[in-house]
């Protein structure tokens, strides 16, 4: 790749005609904005980005770069220099340009938008699961989900014991140990499942693997002007586990969208058509989707010492996730747990 070293006041002005060069664009004017260049050519307007981390930055450029030549519509247009290079070195920077995304945030609470999300999110991991070793090697390894939630499980037996015992007891811990046996009910329910589904051995399974996006908001993709769909960018793409991301996503519907299980069951239906989970995958975002990691999350905070937020915030928090925690427990039973011939005993 070209390497650019460019300082000064008039760092816009000298950045022009390299720009041109390095493009082969015919271009007008640049000007700097919040982490990116704009950049005005006869052509068309684009974005000028360039980031500190570049190994990080590298693959996902390459990810990028391997979507784009297998079709994926669903990322800005990722330019390539006149070289054939994926960007240039700006100041020991990576820089790279991209066409411009106009129109709003996506929203899971709208159906039409729950479903383009998932038709993209669908094809981006289907693309993905074909890359070549030396891309998905360069990708960041999700942690592994066995350890994170066991370790939680037992933190929620610890947090149980440390409350029962406190000799003047707080508001807080007379609320979480009113709660305490439906989330250790939750929580067990979760982990006996992924014992039986062998969890740390699933990743060894080359067809549940693939990039993923990790939070899944609605708002981390872009609705454009002409109705259709785009991720901005593959910013903190990880490899892992497919079922997390649709986990993920169909969480944030709960969330976002009043748990409405029309909308959640037509985003999951529009996923499957184009990647269709197996059984396992299916008992794995129930299983995940179950645990009760918000109560943990607000427990944590409140035993360890790391409180960030008086004794009245945190037992409305509490109080709060407690609440969603219910309603999430019934939504995933009526999406998933119901099929997949799981019980509810409460």
């Keep these: 790749m070209l390497s650019l070293s460019i300082e000064g006041e008039a760092k816009t002005e000298a950045l022009l005609p390299e720009l041109s060069t390095i493009y082969n664009l015919k271009i ?11 950049v005005l050519a006869q052509d068309g307007v684009f974005q000028l980005h360039w980031e500190d981390d570049v190994e990080k930055t590298l693959s996902m450029l390459q990810c990028w770069d391997y979507l784009q030549n297998r079709g994926f519509p669903g990322l800005a247009t990722l ?13 020991n920077k990576l820089a790279y340009m991209t066409t411009p995304l106009s129109g709003r945030r996506g929203e899971l609470g709208l159906k039409a ?18 890359m070549p070793a030396s891309i998905q090697n360069s990708l960041a390894q999700l942690k592994p989900i066995w ?16 409350a029962f015992h406190r000799l003047y007891p707080t508001a807080f811990d007379l609320f979480f140990l009113k709660t305490y046996d439906e989330v250790a009910r939750l929580a067990h329910g979760s982990i006996d499942l992924l014992a039986k589904m062998d969890i740390d051995h699933l990743g060894n399974e080359v067809e549940l693997m693939g990039l993923l996006q990790g939070s899944c908001h609605g708002r981390a993709f872009r609705v454009t002007d002409d109705g259709n769909l785009k991720l901005p960018d593959l910013k903190g793409s990880t490899r892992g586990l497919l079922a997390k991301d649709v986990g993920a996503f169909l969480d944030n519907i709960c969330d976002f969208a009043q748990g409405s299980l029309a909308i959640a069951r037509s985003a999951f239906g529009a996923y499957e058509v184009i990647r269709p989970l197996q059984h396992v995958e299916q008992e794995l975002v129930y299983s995940l989707g179950i645990f009760p990691a918000g109560m943990w999350e607000i427990a944590n905070d409140y035993y360890k010492g790391q409180r960030k937020m008086g004794d009245p915030e945190a037992v409305e928090a509490l ?3 407690w609440a969603r925690a219910v309603h999430r427990k019934e939504y995933w039973q009526r999406l998933l747990g119901d099929e997949l011939g799981y019980e509810d005993s409460n």
């Design 28 to 38: 007008t004017a640049a000007e700097p904005r919040d982490g990116y260049y704009a």
């Design 113 to 130: 938008d729950a479903v383009r999300i998932a038709k993209t999110l669908a094809m981006l991991h289907l693309l993905s699961q074909d």
């Design 319 to 321: 109080r709060l996730e």
């Design 79 to 91: 330019q390539m220099t006149s070289l054939g290079d994926l960007g240039f070195y700006l100041d």
């Design 147 to 162: 350890p994170r939630f066991t370790k939680q499980l037992e933190e929620l037996d610890l947090f149980r014991n440390m």
